[in-house]
């Protein structure tokens, strides 16, 4: 068990603090979770052709919900993976793969940003996108050092020049205050420039939002660029 499971279980009290949830949403949380996993993974079973009997490979070292509580921890805190690797005992690579396996999964479940708690409803989501116009918000990239994967392709895929290094990149929007995370995109690959990252999040928006950035963006229609 993780220290974070285990202080979670001895001080049920402090869950809301650490991930945002109070104890008992987060118990309900994590059973609606595998259940949507359990039934995903049944329909994926159901359409493949199998030569040798399911259920091998290696077992995870993390339990599911630890693994829902380590996804929970990164939208609440906005952590590198790498200290998510070592606060639950896996490496940077598993932490980001285990994170991008449960975000659409709990994104269905307990939206994770003010733009997917309104998605479903198209409705609200246009009239939230029009609200946030009147806002300047703050949208800033964050780039992550990760293991060397042993694939090749994979290789060249997240080696980026500038940190000359391997890496994960992550995009933040928030409130002008910053209180508030407006949208979130976590583990793309280091090399992928921050303006495209931005680009492709930002048909989610209204056409007309305005948007404060850092000089990587200059240039781009409706942000104000700092110097």
Not at 126 to 131: F, G, P, R
Request: glycine residues 6%.
């Amino acid at each position: 068990m993780s220290d974070i499971l285990n202080h979670i279980e001895e001080h049920p009290k402090e869950t809301q603090r650490l991930i945002g949830l109070d104890y008992e949403q987060l118990q309900q949380l994590i059973q609606n979770a595998e259940r949507l996993h359990h039934e995903k993974q049944a329909l994926l079973e159901s359409k493949k052709v199998r030569l040798i009997a399911g259920g091998g490979g290696r077992k995870p070292k993390l339990s599911r919900g630890e693994q829902i509580i380590l996804t929970l921890v990164y939208l609440r805190h906005m952590t590198t993976f790498q200290l998510l690797g070592i606060q639950f005992g896996v490496s940077e690579s598993t932490a980001n793969d285990t994170f991008n396996y449960w975000l659409p999964k709990l994104r269905e479940l307990l939206p994770c940003s003010l733009l997917e708690q309104v998605k479903k409803n198209a409705a609200d989501y246009e009239i939230v996108k029009e609200i946030l116009t009147e806002y300047e918000l703050i949208v800033d990239t964050y780039e992550q050092v990760r293991e060397r994967p042993g694939d090749k392709d994979e290789q060249e895929k997240y080696f980026s020049g500038k940190k000359s290094n391997h890496t994960f990149k992550s995009q933040i929007i928030i409130m002008p205050d910053g209180r508030d995370i407006v949208d979130v995109v976590a583990g793309e690959p280091g090399p992928k420039s921050d303006i495209t990252l931005f680009r492709e999040e930002r048909s989610q928006f209204d056409p007309q939002q305005r948007f404060k950035g850092d000089k990587a963006y200059v240039g781009e229609a409706l942000i104000t660029t700092q110097e």
